[in-house]
């Protein structure tokens, strides 16, 4: 079992930056993939980016190329997600997910809320 804990969400302006991170704990050793998501109210969870350790290569949805990046520790198992000029659209509740076959997110973390504001 993994265990997925996401912090650094909260409140930021329009134009903004925030950085989240994802602690994980258990038995990260079998993670080959982890990755974001995020969904708004009303919304379908949507992928955000994600990182594939065996190859050491990041995956981003096109509309976020260029504002949000995705870093990590092939060690330890941990993430981190950084925002850069956020937009009011970007408010979400932010998930950090896992998946230990590299191909289905089988673990998830709580959520953070991110708000921003106009």
């Known amino acids: 079992q993994v265990q997925l804990v996401e912090s650094g969400g909260g409140l930021v302006q329009a134009g903004g930056s925030l950085r989240l991170s994802c602690a994980a704990s258990?038995?990260?050793?079998?993670?080959?993939?982890m990755g974001w998501f995020r969904q708004a109210p009303g919304k379908d969870r949507e992928f955000v980016a994600s990182?594939?350790?065996?190859?050491?290569?990041?995956y981003y949805a096109d509309s976020l190329k260029g504002r949000f990046t995705i870093s990590g520790n092939t060690a330890k198992k941990t993430v981190a997600l950084q925002m850069n000029s956020l937009k009011p659209e970007d408010t979400a509740v932010y998930y950090c997910?896992?998946?230990?076959?590299?191909?289905?997110?089988?673990?998830w973390g709580q959520g953070t809320q991110v708000t921003v504001s106009s």
């Open positions: 258990g038995r990260t050793f079998s993670t080959r993939l």
């Open positions: 990182i594939k350790w065996s190859i050491a290569k990041t």
């Open positions: 997910a896992a998946s230990a076959n590299g191909r289905v997110y089988d673990y």
